[in-house]
Structure formats: C-alpha cells, structure tokens
C-alpha cells in the first residue's frame, strides 16, 4: 500500500483522501503521522502511549493493540500500564531519555491517556513531570477523557483545573477533524516550550466516528518570532533545583506556550465584523454547540455582521492566549463566554481585560448574566438547544433585534416540557445474559455488601442490600474508618479483578492491618468486561491472586468455580476450599462468622467475553443449549430467581404466559438449569436454523425506491437495547456516506449499555463537513427514528430529539422486555399499551411498526439482526439519502456477519415493498397466537382435545360438563357467557392438566415437540433433561425440594415408558400420585368443584366480580414441587378471604377428607 498515513488497519476507509475514523482510532493515527513528519525532518524517534483504559477511552487499548503492527513499523511502542500514576511515570521516563548514556533515539514522542478521575490519580506523577519538562525532540500528550455527563463515569468530571493547577497547557478539540490538527500541534507546543500539554476529549466527540481529511501530514507549524527562548534552554535536566524547576515553569515555558499557540492560531476569529459591538467566545465541544445554535437562530456570517457580532474560538481554554484576546475584545460592549462546566475561560478574560479603562471594557456574561443570575449552567452539559434560548435572549437585550420566529422557540419549550416528564432512560442497563455477577453478587439474609468499580457495580439498582459508591482502589477501607463506631459486626465488599489489578489489593493490605471483619468477593471474569473485555495486565491467574492475598495476610480464602476440580490445589495456598457456586450462600453465611478479613474469589469467565472468543475461534463453542420446553412450563419464574437472567422473557402462549431463553442473547451460562423446574433441557448439538433459505429471500427482486428530498442535514436517530445492533448501523451509515463522498458524523451513546441498557446513535450526514456543526442532532431535529424496541422509543432523548408530524418513525414492535419485565415472575409486558403510546406520540400517520425480531429470526437464526431489517425497511420507504451499493459495501467492510447482516437488510426491504408476499414466503402466520382474544367455545374444545390427551375422553367430558354448567348460569345473568365463565374455564383446565411425572414425560416426548426442536436446531440435536426424582436420597439446596439429577439422552425411552403409564394415573396401580404434592393438587380439583358448585346458586350481579376473582384465583398457582407449594400457600390466604365474604365460611363444602386431617387441606395450612 502507498504511504498515505493511514494505517493499513483502517485502509478501507480512504476515500478521495479522506478517511473514516473514530476519535480513538484518530489518536492513534496522530502518532503514525508524527513520526512520519519526524523521519520526513531527519529525526531519529520513536513513539510511546500508555494509560489506562476508562470511559470515554475505554477502546484505547483494543484499538493500539488492533493497530499493533503498524504502529511497531513507525517506531510507536503501546505499553498498557497497571494503572494510570505508573502509566504517567513510564512517560516521564521517555523524556528522561537523552540525560543517560545510552539513548538509541533522540527524542520519545508520548501520549498518556485516561479518563477524568485517572486524571487524579495521576495527579502527582503527571505534576511532577510538567514540573520537570520535556526533551527537545520527545515531547508528552496528556489526553484526559472527560465525561461530562457522568454517563459511564462515578462522577462527572472537567479536567482543566487540575491541569491548570499543575501550570500544564490545555488544548481542547471541538471535532474529531481537529483531533489530528491539535495533536500535532500539541507534540509541537510541548517540544518547544518544555511543557506537557493538555488534551481534552470529551465523550461526545471523541466517541464519535467521521470522515476526516488526511492533510495533517502538510499542517505548517511556525515557532514564535516575538518569543526568545532564554540560552539555558526550557527543557528537561538534571541536575535541577526544585526552585528552578518552579520559576522556569511560571516565567518561561507558560508564556512559551502561549507565543506558540499565538503563532499557530490555535485561538482564532472566526467571525471578525470590524464594527461589532457584541462578542461570543466558544472553545471545544460548546463550540460545535453554539454553531448549531447560531444556525438554529439564522445567524451565519452575514447575519453576524448586520447585528454587530464577532466570534472567538478558543482552542487552548488554559493558559488563555492574551494577545489574541484582547484584540477581539476591542470595542466590545458585551461578551458572552460559552464553555461547559465550571467558569475557566471566562475567569481569566475578566482578569486580562479587567485593566482597561471604563469605557474600553466589555461587560462579561456566562455563567451568569448582567443581573447575577445564572444564564449558562455550570452544572451538566450544554446542547444545542438551550444555547438557542440563551442566545435569543441575550441577543435580543443587547440590541433590540427581533428573535428567530416565535414558533421555533416555543417548539423547544413544548419539547423541553415534554422531556421532563419523562424517564431520561427507557432502559435501565442490567447485567448481560449468563453474566457471573447474576449469582455472585448475591448476600445472604442479615448481611449488605459494598459496591466497587465495574460492571458488578449495576447491583446498587437491584434488592440486593448493596450499597457505596468510591474510586478505584478504595473498596472496603470505608469499612475501616465505620467498624469501630456500628454495631454492624461484618461486611461484604465487591472487588472487580480488573480493579484488584489496578489498586484494590492495597484495599486488601489496609483492611488486613486494621483487623476489620470483612470478606472481598473478588469477582474473576478473566476480562475487563465493563470496557470491551480486555485482558488484565499481568494475566494473573486465580492461584496467583490467592497466593497473593494469602501472604498478605488473608488467611481464610474460598473459591467458587466452574470447574473446581481442574485447580491445581499444589498452586494455591494451604488451607483453601474449593465449591460449586450452587454452595455461595451456605458458604458466604460461613465467612461472615470469620474474625479478621476472608476472602471468596467468584472465579467465572465473563458471559460476553466467552461469546466473543467463540466468535473469534479462541474458544470452543458451547456444546449444549438450555432451552425450555413451554408445553412442561408453567410460567413461574423460578428460572429467573435461580439466574437472574435477562434472557429469559415472558412470552404469550396458547396455554397462557410462559418463559423462553432468547438463544441470541442466552451466553450458555445454565444458572438458569438450576431452577426447580423440569421445562428447562439442555440440548446437544443444537444449531440454530434459519425457516426459509436464504437463496429463496434473495431471489425475490425488489424495485428501487423513490430517493426522499432530504435537502441540507440528514438526521437519523438509532434506539434500542445494548447488544441489540444498534451501534452496526450507525458505523454502516456513516461509512455509506463516507464512500459516497458525504460527510458524516456517528455518535453512540452506550454508557452502561449491558444486555437491557439503552443506547443511542445519533448519524448525521451533510453534502459537506462545514454544515455538520456537531454530532448529536439538535432538539426537534430527527429526520428518521429506527427504534429497535418499543421502550427505546419512548425515552426523554428520543421524544427531544424527534417531532411528532415530521419525524418518520420505524419502531420494531417486538416484545423486547426490559430487565424489569424479566426479573419481576408475574409482570407481564404489555406492548399493545406501548404501540398505542408511541402511535399517539408521533402521530398515526408517521409511524410504522414491523416485529423486526421475529422476521430475522426467522430468516437467518437469530433476531440480532433486526436494526438492519429496520434499516431495510427505512431504505425501501426512501427515507435514507444513500445508495444500495454503498450500504451493502458498507456492510461488507464492517467485516461481521456479512452474508447474515445483507440479507436482513434484503427483507427490510421486502418487507417494506410487499409484506404479504413476505409472510406466505415465511410462513408468519404459522405462529401461536395468544389464548387472550380467543372465543370462549374454541377455548373450550381446545382444552378438552388437551386433557383427552392428558388422560382420557371421560377426563375431559368432566371437564366440559362444569364450565357448561357455568356458562348456563352465565348466560341466564347476562344473555350470554361472561367473565365468569371464562375464568372457569382457564382454572378448572389449569387444576386438572397439573404437570405430574406423567404429563411431563408425555410432553417431553411429544412428536411434535420433537419435531420443532430439529425446525429450530436441526437433525442432530439430542435433549438432556434435569429432573428431582422423586423417592431418591438428597435435598435441592436452594427449595429443599427433591434433588435434581443430570439424565441425558438415554432418558428419552424411560419418558416415552412413563408418558404411557400415565393410564394409572388416580388408581391404586399410581405410586407416584401417593407423593404429598399429587395428593394436594387432586385436593385443589375437588375443592374447586365445590367452590363452582356453591357459586351458582349464590352468584348475583352484587357479588358477581367477587365470584370471578375466587373462580380466577387458581390461575396465579404456578411451579413444580417446593416451588408449587409456596404459589398454593400464597393463594391460599386470599382463597380464605373470599370464600369468608362470598359462603361465610372459609372452609370448603364437603365433609373433610383424610387430607385434612393430615393437616394438608389447601386453605388451612
């Protein structure tokens, strides 16, 4: 490949000398091009980055490590570091360089990242350093993500202050464009002024991906020529007094950096409007922010001229560059500053043009106005939008100028009051499917944990007695400073491996020495799963962290494994115990009875990074699938109790509410195995499969659509769970108008975007890059709205950003649940409410709803691909201004489930041009549908066919006489069969088709189970069951029920054997039915019967709604064993109320029978 200066990781971005990067990916690039200019000058260099990964760079690592081998053939070594000081330490190292024998370079050029409170971290370090200086031809870039909305961050942070604290320059880059420009100008400003310098990128831009010119190679940079360096130099040296050190900083590098930045205009006029009365000054992001804005108000140029308005922006906020600034000041009579956060820009300009005499100087607004109100807030982010307001009114009082039309403004009123009434996010973010810290992060009764650092910190938000927030490194010395003084005698504290690597083994000794009573439950996931799952530095393994903390002084250690028995016990320290994490809570009640500090490493490999190794081929793929047999299920949840799992959804059945595992979301953890339930198998060799071949979908031609007229900004906003795809469609846009020649931006907003978590993409695409003012599309603004879920389309950004009548609105109307709607056994989703929400918030007319999910499921697998389906659809509708050739190249340079991802996008579109022809190719229509809507005498027969199966015809001619009787009791009421008669006929079928071994045998070897188990995974699947045999030794330690036993395929011809012994069933001949469960549910039948019995002759239309909710109530009894009689207990007490109000008695009619007597009547005990 030519030498362009664009690394062949990233060559399939160029197009037409320009290349598609993130901000990230930009960064890397800046050093590529440095030593390109280095070795272009005759320089012998040599490049080198460390930090430590962190929101919003937390891709920094995966990014250098992908670029690894391009880097390395320009002389850039990448050094991930244990932790942000001793990163800022190895950079200082660099500079240190020329000062012994030896060096084989003249000079290190080096870059240290991390995010905000890394920043503070390394405070000392990088203090000192700036202290110290650079070297002549080294140079140090001090990049600080900064997350100003605390989106995936403990705490919102700005990092000027503290770098200005340390008398560090600070540049600040307003696009992913300037990023290269500033980088280099940065290297440039530390190598002649001695200096580290500062670089600010903050989330919103420097997550962003877009097309940026590669013309950095030719960017000029000028030294000064109104600055002298003194003869002893600015640079790095040693011997060198601290005083020294002190007065070189303040006297000569600052003032040399300021010259330097003078001399590049990195603070330059934009808008220069000799006669101007009025200023603004931007820097960084609030830039972007306030060019939307102006062109929000129709202010350009021209505009700006006619009301008297110049404009300043500041690309270096601190020092502030003074010579500039006081020449755009001149023969101001006001100026507003317009900068995120706390005052910094604005402080130092009151103080440099605080001098001038009375009528020279300009009044100063920002952060408050001429009054000593607030006007721009201090606190959160600013946007778009509420600098319009801003601007309106201030522009307004300064000279009488008439405001934007009226409607704009008052549009952004209506908007902001309707966002404030609704949640920010949809969807809270939930631990991923399979994810360890589902059952680790688990506490007995009578005890609390603390939280830390890292995906397990999502906890905080759930029941789980856990609590705390601190920095890294800290978790569990709070409890040091709170024990001597709390009648609380011990605490759990969480502890992220990646976090024990970085500093909280620190935590550990502090905790030691002071003595305190407290376990650490270090969590090994073998990744750093809350940042992309990157290896831990070191790799160390769980004997060596356990070898560790034991010689420190942590004398009791557990683990709970996957595979206990393959740890070497000759590795790890005496007197350590091994188990299963089916033994966490009898062991936790164990460790919390230890005086001093314990220790229970949860050694289990992160859910997701398990799936991408298998994705990569790094890891053998899962040999068995859990899935659930809905026929055996009964819809009780206790799955979700043993797993807290999200990916097992509620789904509506013919036989009522059920739970499915989503096999696209399900990371074959199997927790969920462990429920009491014998619905769940796992299958062997399952694969999912696609219902229609794909060469068939391709087939169908679809006619090219009609381009929309989307003049000026395109603006497309993506919603929808993390995981989901989301963020595959915005890169397949952006780089689509990237091929096109377009410009483009691409913002995701992921934050804690876990399986369940919302994420935002906002994709703008402009025929130019100067239109594009920023990435996130302003308030009112959206173009098109692909929502990938119905909740993520009801969220406070999602109703800002869009209009209702103007944006067009393509929503997948799949169920997706949230982590609420999972974890909650009895909340049933209700997405007929959510359509006709979002239906009457967007207008009828702009909104279209296709069950995305299902659709690419069924033609590829898996419903992963469904934001494309949507993008499809969207494009067929003429609502994307690209072509088809660059989306589907774009798809194929993505380089992920290409074949799988166009053909999604081919039935979007035919989905979009012919639905019907769609749903006969598919077979849509063959679906269940829901028993909720279905006529009452349908209902019926259907569930006697069902209990002629279940037992026999006289089994179900019981059944038909009762609900007859009742309809005809109905009907003498109400002409016809009402509520009544239905719940009759839902309860009566639920008491009689209870799941005994029988009925549970006959299901699992159901031909037509069969049959769709090898629709859906193909020929070769074979079941394993889990089942608590009855009559055999040892007790579920979890229920107390019967223990569970791993039977596998053999097992199927004991089921076939046992499904047709079910003919004993209720006679002398049934051993099984004498089990005190069976005894109780024949109980339940015969009490039911006399409840209906007495009902119709007591029913009027006053106690009519009371007969139903009594005839109804069975319906809430659900499970198998323990499980099961917990639900009866719980039914029970209602049971009692109503019979008391409605017979006057709670007592069944009827003599008691033996089971009363044996104290098991349902009702008494």
Known sequence: MPETGISKVAAYAIQDGRAYFTGVEALAQLLVVQSQRDAAAGWNTAGFVSGYRGSPLGGMDRTFWRWQEYLSAHRIRFQPAINEELAATAVLGTQQLTLHPGAQREGVFAMWYGKGPGLDRAGDALKHANSLGTSPRGGALVVVGDDHGAVSSSMAHQCEQAMASWMMPVLHPASIREYLEFGLLGFAMSR???????????SSVVETAASVALDAPDLVIREPDDFAIPAEGVHIRWPDPQLAQEARLQLIKLPAAQAFARANRIDRLIWETPQARLGIVATG?????????????????QRANELGLRLYKVGMPWPLEPVGAQQFAQGLQRLLVVEEKRPLVETQLKELLYGLPEGERPAIHGKHDAAGMPLLPATGELDAALLAQVLAQWLALGQGEERRPQTYLQLLEVKQTQCAQLPKVARSPYFCAGCPHNVSTTVPEGSRALAGTGCHLMVVGMQRDTSSLLHMGGEGVNWVGQAPFTSEKHIFQNLGDGTYVHSGHLAIRQAVAAGVNITYKILYNDAVAMTGGQPLEGNPSVAAISQQIYHEGVKRIAIISQEPEALSRAALPPGITLHHRRELEALQEELRQYPGVSALIYDWTCATERRRRRKRGEEAPARMRAFINQAVC?????????????????????????????????NDDFACVDAYCPAIVTLEGAEPQASVPSHALLAREVPQPEAGTHGGVFNLLLAGAGGSGVVTVGRVLGMAAHLEGKASTVLDFTGLAQKGGQVLTHVRIAPGYFELHGARIPMADADVLLAGDMVSATGAEVAGCTRAGVTTVLVNNHDTPTAADVLNPHQVPDGSARQEHIASAFGEDNVQFV??????????????????????????????????????EAIERNGVAI???????????????????????CDLGAADEAATDEALEDLIQRYAGYLTDYQNRAYANRYTQLVKQVMAADARMSDEPGPLSIA?????????????????????????????????????????????????????????????????????VMLQLLSRLRVVRGTLFDILGWQRERRIERRLIDEFERDISRLLSLVTSENYDEAVKLAALPQQIAGFGPVKMRSIKATAEQQQDMRTSLFGTSQPDGPQSRMTAEGLIFGNQ
């Not at 002649?192 to 903050?202: L, Q, W």
């Not at 999910?853 to 898996?862: H, I, W």
């Not at 069969?1010 to 330690?1037: C, E, I, M, Q, T």
Request: net charge neutral; hydrophobic share 40%; proline share 4%.
């Open 192 to 202: 002649y002024s001695g200096c580290y310098v500062g670089f600010k990128a903050v």
């Open 285 to 301: 992001k609030a830039y972007a922010d306030l060019r939307q804005a102006l062109a929000a108000l129709d202010i350009d140029e």
């Open 634 to 666: 009964e819809g009780c949840g206790d799955c979700v109790l043993a797993s807290n799992c999200v990916a097992l959804v509620s789904e509506a059945t013919p036989l009522g509410w059920k739970r499915r595992i989503d096999q696209s979301a399900c």
């Open 851 to 888: 069950d995305a999910s299902r659709l690419a499921a069924q033609v590829t697998g898996e419903s992963i691909g469904a934001n494309l389906l949507l993008l499809g659809y969207a494009y067929q509708l003429g609502e994307i201004p690209l072509k088809l050739t660059s989306i589907l």
């Open 899 to 921: 074949e799988a991802n166009q053909l999604s996008f081919h039935v979007g579109r035919l989905a979009a041009h012919d639905f019907g022809d769609l749903e006969q190719l």
């Open 984 to 1052: 009759v006929a839902r309860s009566y079928f639920r008491l009689l088709s209870y799941k005994d071994e029988y009925e549970v045998a006959r299901l699992h070897t159901d031909p037509r189970y069969r049959d769709s188990l090898n629709a859906r995974f193909g020929a070769k699947v074979r079941p394993h069951y889990h089942l608590a045999v009855p009559l055999l030794p040892g007790r579920d330690s979890r229920t107390g029920g019967a223990q569970k036993r791993t039977l596998g395929p053999w097992f199927t």
